[in-house]
C-alpha cells in the first residue's frame, strides 16, 4: 500500500508576490516501504529553486516534476541529492520522497530532512 502524504509549500508564496525573498523551508519526515512523501511548490518565472535530502537510508532520493509534466525533470536515483534550477514559467513544482524498489521491498525506513528553497 503506497502513502502519500502532501504539504504544499505556501508560506513564502506571499512574501514572494510581496517582492520580498523567501527562506529556505526544512521539512522532516519518515518513510517505510512503498510510502512517499509529496510536497507541492508554488514557483514563478525567474525564481530559483533548490532542493536537497539527507537521510539516513542510502536508498532514499527524490524526484521533481512540474504538476500536469509527463516526465520529472529530475530523478535523484540517476543524478543525486542536490537540485537545483531557475524556474522558466509559473508552475507548481511536486517533489516526492521515496525509497528504491529494493529496498521498499525489504520494508526499510528512512528518516529524512527536505530542504526546499525558493528565491
Do not use: C, P, W
Amino acid at each position: 500500500m503506497q502513502v502519500r502524504r502532501t504539504i504544499t509549500l505556501a508560506a513564502g508564496l506571499l512574501a514572494a508576490m510581496a517582492g520580498a525573498a523567501q527562506g529556505a523551508e526544512l521539512h522532516q519526515g519518515r518513510i517505510q516501504g512503498g510510502q512517499v512523501a509529496e510536497y507541492t511548490v508554488q514557483a514563478k518565472a525567474g525564481q530559483q529553486l533548490d532542493v536537497a535530502l539527507n537521510a539516513s537510508h542510502r536508498s532514499a532520493y527524490f524526484n521533481v516534476q512540474a504538476v500536469g509534466a509527463s516526465e520529472a525533470e529530475f530523478i535523484g536515483s540517476l543524478k543525486g541529492a542536490h537540485y537545483a534550477s531557475a524556474v522558466t514559467a509559473d508552475t507548481s513544482y511536486r517533489i516526492t520522497v521515496y525509497l528504491m524498489r529494493s529496498a521498499a521491498r525489504r520494508n526499510a525506513a528512512a528518516d529524512y530532512q527536505l530542504k526546499v528553497d525558493l528565491k
